[in-house]
C-alpha cells in the first residue's frame, strides 16, 4: 500500500571520496543483484511508480506529459519476477486527476485516483488484472471531503482511511455492490489514525489508533474488523497513570490473541524513553511491559566505540548511585514480526534538524545579526531491532547505524528479512545498498556496502536523482532497489553515450553462501 500526501525531497549529506570508497571496499558476498531492467526516460520528467506484486511481479505506472483520447498518458508495464516485461499498456486518466494511491490482491492492481486535484470527494479506482490485461474502473463518492492517509484491497473490499474536519474516519467500499460505507467509533476529536494492519489470508483488518486522556496523555486503541467493516475485537492499551504511549504497532489478530508494541514516555511528549509490549486476550490485557533504552545491551551500538563506552559508564555510574539513567528519542515503529515464541520489533531513530542563517547584516551597535532556526529534514540516526518473549520480556537487542539520510517527511528506509535465525536490515543511499546482518544480540556480518549493479560495464553514473531512490521488500527473501540516473558510457553500449534512465534492480540475499 502506498499513499501520496505530498511530494517528499530526500536530502543526501556526501561524505568525503576517500571515506566512501574505504567503507565501499567492504562489500557483502551474501547480497545479489541477478537482474536489473532500465526504462528510458529521454530527458523529460516522467514519474515512475512501482506497485508490489509479491511472487506474482511488478506493474510500474509511468506518468508522462502526452496526452491520449482527451486524457493524460500513463504506460503500463507489467513486469515478471525476473524483472522480464510480461505486456505493456497504455491508459488514458482524466486531466484533472490526482494520483493518491495503489494496493495489490490476488492478481489484481489497484490505483486510486482523486477526480478532481481540487476536491476530496470522488474517486477513480483502477482494477488491472495482471494476467488478462483486462481493467475495470469505479466511481467512488465518499459525500464528505477526506485527506487519506490509507488505502488497501482485501478481497472485495477497498478500504479508506483518513480526515475530516481534522477528524479520523474509516470507509468501507464493496467493489461488487459498489456502495461506501463508514466505520463507526472513528469520529473523535481526541484521536488520530495511527496504522492499519492487513491480514490478506484471513480478510480481516486491524485500525490503530491514539487517544488522547483527560491527564493530556494518550493510551492506544486496536480495533480489529472483518474486511466487511464488522468490528470482531476491540483493545485498549492501558499504560497507567504515569506513561504516554506515543507510537505502537500490533501483530495480525487471531483467536481472541494480540499484542501491541511501541514507545512510551512519561510525560505529554513526542520523545520517547523507552519500549513496550502489551498482551490481550479476549479484549483483556493481560500486561504491560515497559523498557528503557538505558536497559537495552546494544541500542548505543551506532555511535563509536569510544563513544558507545563513554554512554555505558554514565549509566552505570548513575545505576550505582540509585539514579535512573534517562534517555530521550523519536522513533518510527515498523511492523511487528512473529518468529516462532518471539515477538521481533523494530524501529528506526530520527531527530529534526534546523539551520540558523542570517536575516541581515551585522549591525554598527555591535549587537550583532538575528538568527531564526529553519527546519532542513529528519534526520536518522540507527535502527533498533528488540526481540520480546511472549511474557513481554527482552530476549535480545541489537542496532544498525543510517548515515547519510535527511528526509521532509518521515518514511520507512531500512527494510527488514528474517533468514532462518538471522535478520538481514538493509537500506539504499547513493546508489549504495548498505547492509548488516545480525544473529540476536550478535553480529553476523558487520556493516557492508555493495553498488548498485549496472547494465554494462562501461557504465559510468554522471548524475542521480537523489529524491527518486529506493530499496523495498519484494517477496521471500528478495527485495527491489530502484531509482533515476544519468549514465555515461563512452563505448556507446546501449545504444548511447550518455542516457537517462530509470532502473529496478532484482536483490536477493543467500546466507548460504561462504565467504571466499
Known amino acids: 500500500m502506498k499513499i501520496f500526501l505530498s511530494v517528499s525531497l530526500l536530502l543526501v549529506l556526501s561524505l568525503s571520496f576517500a571515506q566512501r ?40 505506472a509511468v506518468e508522462t506529459d502526452n496526452a491520449l483520447d482527451g486524457g493524460d498518458l500513463w504506460a503500463f508495464h507489467y513486469l515478471d519476477t525476473s524483472l522480464n516485461v510480461v505486456w505493456s499498456k497504455n491508459f488514458s486518466i482524466p486531466v484533472e486527476s490526482a494520483f493518491t494511491g495503489y494496493d495489490y490482491f490476488d492478481g489484481r492492481y489497484y490505483l486510486l485516483f482523486n477526480v478532481s486535484k481540487y476536491s476530496n470527494e470522488d474517486l477513480l479506482i483502477y482494477e488491472i488484472d495482471a494476467e488478462t490485461t483486462e481493467y475495470e474502473t469505479y466511481e467512488v463518492s465518499t459525500v464528505f471531503p477526506i485527506l487519506l492517509t490509507h488505502f488497501e484491497v482485501i478481497s472485495t473490499t477497498v478500504l479508506l482511511g483518513g480526515y475530516t474536519n481534522f477528524r479520523p474516519v474509516m470507509l468501507t467500499y464493496d467493489l461488487i455492490e459498489q456502495k461506501p460505507k463508514v466505520i463507526p467509533g472513528f469520529y473523535d476529536s481526541n484521536s488520530e489514525l495511527l496504522d492499519l494492519i492487513i491480514d490478506d489470508e484471513a480478510q480481516i483488518f486491524t485500525v490503530l489508533i491514539t487517544e488522547r486522556q483527560f491527564n493530556r496523555k494518550n493510551s492506544i486503541r486496536a480495533k480489529t474488523f472483518t474486511a466487511s467493516g464488522d468490528l470482531i475485537q476491540e483493545n485498549r492499551v492501558n499504560p497507567g497513570d504515569r506513561s504516554n504511549l506515543i507510537d505502537g504497532t500490533a501483530t495480525t489478530f487471531y483467536g481472541g ?3 501491541v508494541a511501541g514507545t512510551y514516555s512519561k510525560k505529554a511528549s513526542q520523545y520517547s524513553r523507552g519500549l513496550y509490549l502489551a ?14 533504552y538505558a536497559d537495552l545491551n546494544n541500542f548505543f551500538g551506532f555511535m563509536s566505540k569510544r563513544r558507545e563506552q563513554r554512554v555505558k559508564e554514565r549509566i552505570e555510574r548513575k545505576k550505582e548511585r540509585g539514579k535512573k539513567p534517562r534517555f530521550s528519542y523519536r522513533l518510527m515503529v515498523h511492523d511487528i514480526i512473529q518468529r516462532g515464541d518471539e515477538y521481533v520489533m523494530i524501529a528506526e531513530a530520527y531527530y529534526p534538524s534546523y539551520n540558523s542563517y542570517n536575516r541581515g547584516p551585522m549591525s554598527m551597535t555591535g549587537a550583532g545579526s538575528s538568527f531564526t532556526p529553519g527546519f532542513t529534514g529528519y534526520r536518522y540516526t540507527h ?10 520480556n527482552i530476549r535480545w537487542d541489537n542496532s544498525f547505524e543510517i548515515d547519510d539520510i535527511l528526509t521532509f517527511s518521515l518514511q520507512e528506509f531500512v527494510q527488514v528479512s528474517i533468514y532462518d535465525e538471522k535478520i538481514v536490515l538493509m537500506y539504499l543511499e547513493g546508489n549504495t545498498i548498505r547492509s548488516k546482518v545480525v544473529t ?6 558487520g556493516k557492508t556496502f555493495n553498488p548498485v549493479r549496472l547494465a554494462y560495464a562501461d557504465d559510468e553514473i554522471k548524475s542521480k536523482n537523489p529524491g527518486i531512490e529506493g530499496l523495498n521488500k519484494w517477496y521471500d527473501n528478495t527485495l527491489y532497489a530502484f531509482g533515476e540516473q544519468r549514465i555515461k558510457n563512452e563505448s556507446g553500449a546501449g545504444g548511447k553515450v550518455f542516457r537517462k534512465i530509470f532502473y529496478i534492480n532484482k536483490v536477493s540475499y543467500n546466507l548460504d553462501n561462504n565467504h571466499d
Open 383 to 392: 535502527a533498533v531491532v528488540v526481540s520480546f518473549d511472549k511474557n513481554g
Open 440 to 445: 540476536g544480540d550478535e553480529i553476523f556480518e
Open 257 to 259: 490473541f494480540q499484542y
Open 279 to 292: 498482551k490481550f486476550i479476549n479484549g483483556r490485557q493481560q500486561f504491560i511491559r515497559f523498557h528503557e
Open 21 to 60: 570508497k574505504k567503507e565501499q571496499q567492504d562489500t557483502s558476498t551474501y547480497i545479489l543483484q541477478p537482474n536489473r531492467i532500465e526504462f528510458d526516460m529521454g530527458w523529460d520528467d516522467h514519474v515512475f511508480h512501482i506497485i508490489d506484486g509479491k511472487d506474482n511481479g511488478l506493474m510500474v
